[in-house]
């Protein structure tokens, strides 16, 4: 069974037929040849998929508002149609949409450390083009995906590929942090039953598994944020805020959700040995922490000093480019470098 929630499927024929249709239209309103087979059913043949976009933008300033579906096919015959708007964002994102489809990533993992003694504690999972060369900006992917009606399908195929980079790679008892949108998650009993199997399928120790919620501050609807939180932690899985800031970090809201573990926006880790304000943050947020047993973890380490500070006020665990960048393959943290040796006691 698939969900309609998941993404239209949809091929990009570089030739074929266009088609536009409106059942309560008297008629089309270009100047261009359109053969009009039916009532409300035009077509017309293109050559190029990059010239049907240009026709597509001069029709959809005309029709947009005018309930017209659109479809295309490498045959005389129109398949499903959509409406204009989503079909525009379709074709104009088709290499994103396709990368999104045919599951074009796949994740690169960044190291996590438990302050404690520096050793490695997990690694989050990064997207990444299936290349792995070219750097995608998950914002910027997640944003095109809603405009077509990926999200979902993209949020999924993300988790799973986080899930299936551990093996042969992430030895067990060492974490995964994996990020996922709450609104491409409608109903959680059914929209996440697909990761449940691919966990089970692969062996994974569910309790490895840290499902990170990002974008914190731009939650609307707590409610179901709790409730998807409710069905990782009751399948034995561990979730995570990420991003907190001043603005959602409040008592009310933590004990609310109840999370593992709540990540620090990198813009209070930024200098956060000198900055008076960013320590006052961080205390705040590790006060509140402590009184709720939840652990804390600084993104977005790139000093040593900010690494220090963050141990001394007693912060669990660490990420950043000084302890480790994201890699195709499963690194130590800190690399060859004598950092650990040196500071470890």
């Not at 973890?297 to 960048?325: P, S, V």
């Amino acid at each position: 069974m698939e969900c309609a929630n998941c993404g239209v499927t949809m091929e990009y024929h570089e030739k074929g037929y266009f088609f536009l249709y409106n059942d309560h239209h008297k008629g089309f309103p270009l100047k261009r040849d359109f053969h009009q087979s039916e009532k409300g059913l035009y077509s017309f043949t293109y050559e190029n998929i990059d010239e049907l976009y240009v026709e597509l933008v001069e029709i959809e300033e005309i029709i947009a508002d005018e309930g017209w579906e659109f479809s295309i096919n490498c045959d005389p015959y129109p398949e499903s149609f959509i409406p204009s708007g989503k079909f525009l964002n379709l074709i104009k994102y088709r290499q994103m949409v396709e990368m999104i489809q045919n599951g074009g990533f796949t994740s690169h993992l960044q190291p996590i450390i438990d302050l404690k003694d520096f050793s490695l504690f997990g690694y989050e999972s990064l997207l990444r083009p299936g290349n792995g060369r070219e750097r995608i900006n998950p914002g910027e992917l997640f944003e095109v995906a809603s405009l077509t009606g990926f999200h979902s399908m993209l949020d999924q195929k993300a988790r799973k590929s986080a899930i299936e980079c551990r093996e042969n790679q992430v030895q067990p008892g060492i974490k995964s942090f994996i990020n996922f949108l709450p609104s491409t998650i409608y109903n959680p009993e059914f929209c996440l039953r697909h990761t449940f199997t691919i966990v089970n399928e692969l062996g994974v120790n569910p309790s490895d598994l840290v499902f990170e919620v990002v974008e914190t501050e731009k939650i609307e609807d707590v409610e179901h944020l709790r409730s998807v939180l409710e069905v990782y932690k009751r399948e034995g899985m561990k979730v995570a805020l990420d991003d907190v800031g001043s603005g959602f970090a409040t008592v009310e809201m933590l004990t609310l959700l109840q999370p593992d573990y709540v990540k620090i926006d990198r813009s209070f880790i930024d200098h956060c040995d000198l900055n008076p304000d960013n320590q006052k943050f961080l205390r705040k947020v590790m006060k509140i922490a402590g009184e709720l047993d939840i652990l804390v973890l600084a993104e977005g380490i790139e000093r040593k000093e900010e690494l220090l500070f963050c141990k001394d006020i007693g912060i669990h665990y660490a990420q950043g480019y000084f302890i480790g960048k994201p890699s195709q393959e499963a690194i130590e943290p800190f690399g060859n470098s004598q950092f650990v040796q040196g500071n470890a006691t």
